[in-house]
């Protein structure tokens, strides 16, 4: 996209210069009034040629000849690149739409239960949740500031609060569909999912391929504790910005989804 803004930047700026040149050309050479002049620069370059305004010298002829030769091409390339933006645009909102059902489909069969499971074992979650409580009443500024306070926090997992077993047998449980979201052309879209995807990917490798969960060493814990932290701090943030879609685009969801806060204490999806 970067590229067609680039292209039709420059075609802008072309088109400009020749409207500017023919527009004094004419006035000059012709001697037409600024309207005049104007408006026969552009029916020439559109090709449109209405015929009521046409040049009667030769050096206007000839000025006439430069603006097809150059403006037409450049009054093409300024629609072309126009309409290929808006497109392209188009498109870009149709892949984010998708990226987001994937992003959603993944809430609700893994992340949200993983944000429980590491909540729960995160010695600091009063102070996180006083960021989560996430309700109706958000503007799109309280989704941007949280996010970029969370961006800055470094996230703490108490191993000893974590049941290994019963989390690495939820995760090889989903190890089938995590492979799938992977598999998915749209999460190339977005970086920041994949990285979460990849860390809780990785977190499921190295915990199903210890067989005896209940006597690591120190060392291995604080290996396996970092892990945990890694997938821990991406998936919160995602887990913002897919909240901050839902407010935008789905209130129904929206709604859900608050009702069933994994951060709030008091939840439930049953509305009162």
Not at 212 to 222: F, M
Request: with cysteine; aromatic share 10%.
């Amino acid at each position: 996209m970067n590229a067609i803004r680039l292209r039709l930047r420059f075609f802008l700026v072309v088109f400009l210069a020749v409207v500017v040149v023919g527009t004094v050309g004419f006035m000059l050479i012709e001697k037409k009034s600024l309207g005049d002049a104007f408006y026969f620069c552009i029916v020439t370059v559109a090709t449109v040629g209405y015929g009521d305004i046409s040049p009667a010298t030769p050096l206007g002829k000839a000025l006439s000849v430069v603006l097809i030769v150059v403006g037409v091409g450049t009054f093409l390339g300024v629609i072309g690149n126009a309409v290929e933006l808006m497109l392209t645009r188009r498109e870009a909102v149709e892949r984010l739409e998708k990226l987001n059902m994937v992003i959603g489909v993944f809430f609700s069969e893994v992340g949200t239960r993983l944000l429980t499971i590491f909540s729960d074992a995160d010695p600091d979650l009063d102070e996180l949740r006083g960021h989560l409580l996430i309700n109706g009443r958000w503007a799109d500024e309280d989704f941007r500031r949280v996010a970029a306070t969370l961006k800055q926090r470094k996230y703490t997992i108490d191993l000893a609060r974590l049941d290994l077993d019963d989390l690495c047998a939820m995760l090889v449980a989903k190890r089938e569909f995590l492979v799938r979201l992977l598999e998915n052309p749209a999460l190339l879209e977005h970086a920041s999912f994949t990285d979460l995807m990849w860390a809780v990917f990785h977190l499921t490798e190295e915990l199903s391929h210890r067989k005896d969960r209940s006597a690591l060493p120190d060392t291995d814990r604080a290996h396996l504790a970092g892990d945990t932290e890694r997938a821990y701090g991406r998936l919160v943030g995602e887990w913002v910005d897919y909240m901050r879609h839902l407010k935008a685009k789905y209130p129904y969801l929206f709604s859900l989804a608050i009702r069933t806060n994994p951060f709030d204490e008091s939840a439930s999806p049953v509305v009162t």
